[in-house]
T-cell receptor, first 117, second 111 residues
């Protein structure tokens, strides 16, 4: 149980294009999804917290117009990197929190490697 | 903001050896978590600790929630090559709150 998928797993795009990454909770409902960014050999940097049906809460320093998050249902959240540039190249990981009597833990997706050329 | 200090930053050990890593903070937390991340993958939850003093095992892994609620440790016994990866501690205060992550401990196991 508690499986989170991400699509695509890897994307290469040209500078200036927009990229959409999907995050799905496959076998549970998640009121909250989190989006992280990770640089090589570094820890997870929380970008935003996404609640189903409401606007995402962005961490300080993260541009909400650049990283557009939509959490349309209890099983799907999307991150769109608008007008991507090489400095946006990174490993993006989503995580979902399960609704339940005890299950407050975050389960992570496998990540999406974005390379902007 | 709240920070977790995870140590050591990296470890190089021989297969079969035991491993110990820890996480400390100047802040009190109500939940401590340990994750493992394989290269190119997302982190996987290993152990969750909800009570100060709690000692929990998951196979060869054992983790404890410090009695002061400001620290936690993770032990791996009889390491094997597939234990290689980055281990992250995380902690939070409320069930609905976001977790704070440590910087990770990179474990290398030599056969």
């Amino acid at each position: 149980g508690a499986v989170v998928s991400q699509h695509p797993s890897r994307v290469i795009c040209k500078s200036g294009t927009s990229v959409k990454i999907e995050c799905r909770s496959l076998d549970f409902q998640a009121t909250t999804m989190f989006w992280y960014r990770q640089f090589p050999k570094q820890s997870l940097m929380l970008m935003a917290t996404s609640n189903e049906g409401s606007k995402a809460t962005y961490e300080q320093g993260v541009e909400k117009d650049k990283f557009l998050i939509n959490h349309a249902s209890l099983t799907l959240s999307t991150l769109t990197v608008a007008s991507a540039h090489p400095e946006d190249s990174s490993f993006y990981i989503c995580s979902a929190r399960e609704i339940g009597w005890k299950a407050f833990e975050q389960y992570f997706g496998p990540g999406t490697r974005l390379t902007v050329t | 903001g709240q920070q977790l200090n995870q140590s050591p930053q990296s470890m190089f050990i021989q297969e079969g050896e035991d491993v110990s890593m820890n996480c400390t903070s100047s802040s009190i937390f109500n939940t401590w978590l340990w994750y493992k991340q394989d290269p190119g993958e997302g982190p996987v939850l290993l152990i969750a600790l909800y009570k100060a003093g709690e000692l929990t095992s998951n196979g060869r892994l054992t983790a404890q929630f410090g009695i002061t609620r400001k620290d936690s440790f993770l032990n791996i016994s009889a390491s094997i090559p597939s234990d290689v990866g980055i281990y992250f501690c995380a902690a939070r205060n409320t069930n609905a709150g976001k977790s704070t992550f440590g910087d990770g401990t990179t474990l290398t196991v030599k056969p």
